[in-house]
């Protein structure tokens, strides 16, 4: 059957995604004829199978220890049981109400939604189903996958796509790799009682991260009883007759397992909807090439979050689709702050940061260390051996403060307020000026005075 021609708009976003609504909804506020297409549930990666179903399992996850940690406060916890399959359908309901938001939201802002993969015919044309749509300007907005390393065996792992809708809870858990996903799942099965490994090929998690926070999060993790194998490389996967998983590494080892999850990275979606073929230029890990404005090489064609491959994460894709819509629409010209990214990763405890770290800062020049490393006040009485972790770290020729890093409970939450202060430039006096909350573990961040001796 020969397509119908049949829409015109000023503005068509292939993904609804985190990016890919917010540019839609943002661009039809501002009066443009708007529509938007989608192949999958609406909402994309962060709200399928990643920052909210993720974070309801963190939850579900860390009641373990907090029934541990009340004993401390004289309350006895009678027997206690945990179903996988509920919490999976209960968070399969709430992912099932947040999709009709999104698809709600998105009509009520006036943009019309397509149901259907997006394919690029020309600079100004896509093909959804068997409509040919026609708009000045096209948003690819498409996100990203899982990426899985190709060793032998590999099909026996799964990823992040799959790990939300295990049918029961693995007994014996190997997470390969040790960013994001990787610490945050290493959490959550070992809260809910699986036996939990951790193999990645670095000597401490999270590259990128400042190497303090690295080191203390290993050693919570590793205190709280999950198997951190670390400088250690795969060789192969082997299936048993139980059914059961082999890792076998690379020294010939052999760690066995009911669910092998690979959260080794992720790249761009950007095969199979004509990209190429209409001459949009792609760099080596597929990703759309984009000028300071997320301009393609095609112009009309624009691209934001994940499939940019620039910055993988959801507040990050809505401020680029948020910055296009305007300028394209409101003839508002804004910028990305990219280097000052509050980011938290809700492993248990958790990691907040937000902007250089030490090694990042030194590379720039002369800097000033703050550092607190202290026993929780709940702990005091729970008994637990965790402990928190703080660092500030400042430029010592202006004061500004260059990064603030945590690891410890609500760090998330915590280091959202400091990318605030942050992003107005902020200097340690002013911190030291600031007056604390008492008695909370943020307080500490505001009466560190002391700076680490130098070497
Ligand atoms: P990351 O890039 O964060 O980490 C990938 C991990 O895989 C690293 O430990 C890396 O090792 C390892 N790795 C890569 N290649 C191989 C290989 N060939 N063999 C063995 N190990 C390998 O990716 P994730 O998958 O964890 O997450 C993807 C992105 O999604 C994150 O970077 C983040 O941007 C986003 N995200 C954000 C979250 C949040 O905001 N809380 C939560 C989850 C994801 P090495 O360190 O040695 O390079």
């Known amino acids: 059957m020969l397509p119908s021609m049949s829409r015109t708009y000023d503005y068509f976003v292939i993904g609804a995604g985190s990016g890919g609504v917010r540019s839609a909804r943002i661009a039809a506020g ?35 220890g907090d029934f541990e940690d009340a004993a401390g406060f004289g309350w006895t916890v009678g027997e206690r049981s945990f179903s996988w399959p509920d919490l999976i359908a209960a968070k399969d309901a709430e992912i099932t109400r947040l999709n009709g938001i999104y698809r709600r939201i998105l009509r009520t802002a006036g943009v019309t939604v397509h149901d259907g993969r997006g ?19 096209i948003l690819v907005a498409t996100g990203g996958r899982p990426w899985v390393p190709d060793i032998p065996g590999a099909e026996h792992g799964i990823t992040s796509d799959e790990v939300f809708s295990l049918p029961e809870q693995p007994r014996r858990v190997v997470v390969i790799g040790s960013g994001y996903i990787g610490v945050e799942f290493a959490g959550i099965f070992h809260g809910m009682g699986s036996e939990t490994t951790m193999i990645y090929r670095a000597g401490l998690p999270l590259r990128g991260f400042d190497e303090d926070v690295r080191a203390c999060l290993a050693e919570e993790m590793d205190k709280r009883g999950i198997t951190m194998l670390r400088d250690t490389h795969l060789s192969c996967m082997e299936r048993r007759a139980d059914g059961a998983i082999d890792v076998v590494l690379e020294d010939q080892e052999v760690v066995t397992a009911d669910l092998v999850l690979f959260a080794t990275g992720r790249v761009p979606n950007s095969a199979g909807m004509g990209l190429e073929d209409v001459g949009v230029e792609l760099g080596p890990r597929g990703g759309i090439e984009v000028d300071g404005s997320y ?36 003839g508002v010209r804004s910028r990305v702050p990219y ?18 770290s030490e090694a990042d800062a030194r590379a720039r020049g002369a800097v000033r260390i703050y550092k607190s490393h202290f026993r929780p006040m709940k702990h005091t009485l729970s008994g637990r051996h965790e402990r928190t972790f703080m660092k500030i770290v400042v430029d010592d020729a202006s004061d500004v403060v260059l990064g603030v890093h945590m690891v410890g409970p609500d760090a998330g939450e915590i280091i959202q307020g400091f990318g605030v202060a942050l992003t107005c ?22 009466t560190m005075r002391t700076p680490e001796p130098e070497g």
């Open 30 to 64: 501002l009066g443009a004829r708007v529509g938007i297409c989608e192949d999958n549930r609406m909402g994309g990666t962060c709200v399928n199978v990643g920052c909210v179903p993720k974070k309801l399992l963190v939850y579900a996850s860390a009641f373990a």
């Open 119 to 137: 394919v690029l015919v020309d600079a100004h044309t896509v093909r959804v189903g068997d409509e040919l749509i026609t708009a000045d300007h």
């Open 295 to 330: 301009a393609t090489s095609v112009p009309g064609i624009w691209a934001v979050g994940d499939v940019i491959d620039k910055v993988q994460l959801t507040p990050v894709a809505l401020a680029e689709g948020m910055g296009l819509a305007r300028r394209l629409f409101g």
């Open 339 to 356: 280097e000052i990214i509050p980011t938290a990763v809700f492993s248990q405890p958790n990691v907040g940061t937000v902007g250089l």
């Open 425 to 446: 430039g902020a200097t340690k006096a002013q911190f030291d000026a600031t007056i604390g909350i008492h008695p909370t573990a943020a307080e500490e961040f505001v």
